[in-house]
């Protein structure tokens, strides 16, 4: 019934990489009820988030989210989630990165310091 809850609680970056790495570069998978598509190729990310936003619509599933996290980028769509993107975007330009994964991998330090 929980299918990968148990390695996916202990260690969900290296459990989708597995999945990429036994099944390609889109994999489907189920959390509970709910289907899951895994994009690993940088191109395909970029088609859904980037060039082709317009083609892709999120599942009922995240639609139902909005009451508990509110309409933010992960439960947006259209062009309300396209304005909040645009908001975001300058953090993540090229020449910030490396102050963020100083700060990221802090972070993980201290949460791998919590097991």
Known sequence: ???????LSRDWLGL???YAEDHGD????????????????????EDVLVTKPANFT????YRALVRLLGNGLLTSEGAFWHRQRSRIQPAFRREKIPSC???MTSA???????Q
């Open 101 to 103: 994964g100083r700060v």
């Open 108 to 114: 993980v330090g201290r949460i791998s310091s919590w």
């Open 16 to 18: 989708y990489a597995g």
């Open 58 to 61: 999120k599942s009922a599933d």
């Open 1 to 7: 019934m929980l299918g990968n809850l148990g390695p």
């Open 26 to 45: 889109v994999v489907f998978v189920r959390l509970f009820h709910v289907p899951i598509c895994l994009l690993v190729n940088p191109r395909d990310i």
